[in-house]
């Protein structure tokens, strides 16, 4: 069964095949084909899915039961559907204007025939091992890499990955730019300006009452009026002295509030909280572990299991930094706000793990970072993150507070005893699913008369176990 | 005599807020604070990521000398080329028995080191692919890929092109784990049955001791 209709100066037909259920819209039109051969033709699938719209609820109406394909004409490619494909299927290898694992594929079209691509992509070790001369040359000039076989693809499929291939470059992004422009100390420095500017206010302000003051006294000579002395009376300070209750009363508060502040002083000698030292690499928590949503444990994975948390090695970085080389121009942008330009310094880790992008090879010349330790207990105590992070459930932000929001890493902790101290005293333990603590925690809470036990009930206040 | 002493007592008063003012801006978030003598503080010898001189580069953290072995660590011999991921997905198969436990654990471990990228359904959507930031990570179902439990194994620990490698994160018992969990990851997406746990009663031959590390004994 056929209808036909012109839409847009295009004759269209539909054919409904009513043994499969399928609906079939063709394109008749001759010109369009035309075109068609040519990548251009990118704004084709807006317009069928449109159409596609209107018939699906022409239809829908009347036959409720039709199933639904379109299937579109051959020559159509489609560069929305081949920018998906290439980035669902070869995105890890390939990218554009760089080479990656494989190489730049920007108008790769050009350098074989269609029929060996076809070939190629779909099963490029098969080509390879058949002789092709071609694909020998690729294949060694990239030292033996192999490149996946993408069986899934239909001709259609590579066609669209091919158009999209041809998808001319961005002029580099506007940020990029700016952040050479703007001189990196921008937002202290009007600050600065203001305050200066506020501060010569207030001095001509004073000059000009003294000024006036003056004048005022000149004319009142000048008009024979005296200016009135006022009467001597006993300086308050003197008065103050000679009243001895308030000498006394003044000096205890006076040494108390002296005694609260030395106090306060002196209990805040050793203790590093909000220390935020300048690190080698402007790395942001705020990025990873916050936007990105990259567990702690990635990077910190021997909290798991051992006494220290570890600060990653740069292999790890290298983990994902292989395949991030910059980051997005919003990224860029947010920099700008911390005075960083975040793309040079992912340039330092590059330099630091030996990484020469253009080759996408190590050099194997390395410098080490040196990161600046941040938290850190003194050498007589014991602390262990397996049994605070795996044993006891401990969450990081507990003790580290909110890192992922952190640009800057910070001691969020005081990391005295009392801070231990009080922790051990509130926090339960966790005696489920532990065999380890079954009979203690049954003697334990019999002791005790509660069925719930915490870390200090357990013995978490003993010096020993802390002190060594 | 009078305006001498309101003088003076000005400059007290001025000198009491500078010096005020100077003790609290003393206080820079970027250097460490005073500490009251702190000589069992400094520990006697090198600590963790400590900078020390002696060390090439200046740094305690260094790599293990070369041919270091840790405790309970088993040789790998599958080379990291092409083939050896061939032979290893061909041959290597997994000797840890399946247990809830195991899966769990592997479940657990995977949701940490390859959520992210291979997406925890392993359909190669996980966060950083959503937000664009590293693209084209496979799902396991692909038809052009052969993932077997050998395969994921050598693939953790050697990398594969730009995936990197995960032995420096996890040890060899946690590997097999992840092995279990993508087997049934793959399975899930295809709508093939799953692993069955075996029973949960400690029948393991496997050491489960992590804090030690890697531990798979021989069957």
């Known amino acids: ?468 | 005599m009078k305006t001498i002493t309101n003088m003076k007592n000005s400059f007290r008063i001025a000198f009491v807020i500078v010096a005020s003012i100077v003790m609290v801006s003393c206080f820079d978030s970027s250097k460490p604070n005073y500490q009251y003598m702190p000589n069992m503080y400094k520990p006697v010898s090198y600590e963790t990521y400590g900078e020390y001189e002696i060390f090439p580069g200046g740094l305690e953290a260094m790599l293990p000398a070369e041919g270091t072995i840790p405790r309970g660590w088993q040789p790998y011999d599958y080379p990291n080329t092409t083939e050896g991921l061939n032979l290893a997905k061909a041959e290597l198969i997994n000797p840890l028995m399946v247990t809830d436990k195991s899966l769990a654990n592997g479940k657990q471990l995977y949701d940490i080191y390859c959520a992210l990228c291979h997406g925890v359904n392993g359909d190669g959507q996980g966060i950083l692919v959503q937000r664009e930031k590293i693209l084209g990570i496979p799902s396991y179902a692909d038809p052009g890929r052969l993932i077997t439990p050998g395969g994921i194994y050598h693939v953790q620990m050697y990398g594969l092109n730009s995936m990197g490698s995960y032995a420096s994160q996890t040890n060899e018992l946690e590997r097999w784990q992840i092995a279990q969990h993508v087997m049934n990851l793959k399975a899930t997406l295809e709508g093939t049955p799953l692993l069955a746990p075996q029973s949960t009663v400690p029948t393991e031959t496997v050491n489960m001791d992590t804090a030690s590390g890697n531990a798979v004994a021989e069957h």
């Not at chain 1, 290439?86 to 990656?100: G, P, Q, R, T, V």
């Not at chain 1, 999209?164 to 952040?179: G, L, R, S």
């Not at chain 1, 044993?391 to 800057?408: D, K, R, S």
Request: proline fraction near 4%.
């Open chain 1, 1 to 468: 069964m056929y209808f036909c209709a012109v839409i847009f100066g295009t004759k269209w037909c539909v054919s409904i095949d009513t043994k499969s259920n399928q609906l079939r819209a063709k394109l008749m039109d001759n010109n369009i084909t035309d075109r068609m051969e040519k990548v251009h033709y990118r704004n084709l699938p807006s317009t069928l899915s449109f159409l596609w719209l209107a018939l699906v609820l022409t239809f829908s109406v009347s036959q409720t039961t039709l199933a639904t394909t379109v299937v579109l004409p051959a020559q159509a490619v489609d560069t929305a559907a081949g920018e998906a494909l290439f980035k669902a299927n070869c995105a890890a290898c390939h990218k554009l204007y760089k080479k990656a694992t494989g190489p730049a594929l920007f108008q790769v079209g050009d350098k074989y025939s269609k029929e060996w691509l076809y070939k190629w992509i779909v099963n490029s070790q098969d080509l390879v091992k058949s002789g092709d001369a071609q694909a020998v040359a690729v294949f060694e000039a990239n030292n033996g890499a192999v490149m996946t076989a993408f069986p899934q693809l239909s001709t259609a499929d590579i066609d669209n990955i091919l158009a999209y291939t041809y998808t001319p470059q961005k002029a580099p992004t506007v940020p990029t730019a700016d952040v050479t422009a703007v001189p990196t100390t921008g937002g202290g420095l009007s600050n600065d300006i203001i305050l200066v500017a506020l501060a010569l206010v207030f001095l001509l302000l004073v000059i000009m009452l003294f000024l006036v003051n003056r004048t005022l006294r000149h004319i009142a000579e000048a008009n024979g009026v005296v200016v009135e002395e006022t009467e001597k009376r006993t300086p308050i300070w003197k008065a103050f002295i000679q009243n001895q209750f308030l000498v006394l009363v003044a000096a205890i508060f006076l040494l108390l509030s002296g005694a609260y502040f030395a106090y306060g002083w002196m209990m805040q000698v050793g203790v590093d909280q909000g220390y935020a030292p300048v690190q080698p690499i402007h790395y942001s928590h705020r990025i990873h572990a916050g936007s990105n949503q990259i567990d702690c444990n990635y990077c910190h994975s021997s909290a798991r299991r051992s006494k220290h948390s570890g600060i990653p090695s740069l292999n790890v970085c290298m983990n994902c930094h292989k395949s991030i080389a910059e980051v997005a121009p919003e990224t860029l942008a947010e920099g700008q706000e911390f005075g960083v330009d975040y793309n040079n310094e992912i340039k330092k880790l590059y330099t630091a793990v030996g990484w020469d992008e253009a080759s996408q090879a190590y050099t194997g010349k390395t410098e080490p970072v040196k990161w600046v330790r941040i938290h850190n207990l003194p050498d007589f105590v014991y602390f262990n993150h397996s049994q605070h992070v795996t044993v006891a459930g401990q969450q990081c932000q507990t003790c580290h507070g909110p890192v992922q929001e952190m640009e800057i890493m910070s001691q969020f902790a005081p990391l005295t005893m009392g801070w231990c101290i009080t922790c051990h005293r509130e926090t339960n333990v966790q005696v489920e699913d532990n065999a380890y603590y079954d009979k203690i925690h049954e003697e334990l809470s019999k002791k005790y008369g509660v069925d719930k036990l915490t870390a200090a009930q357990m013995g978490g206040l003993e010096c020993g176990k802390c002190h060594y």
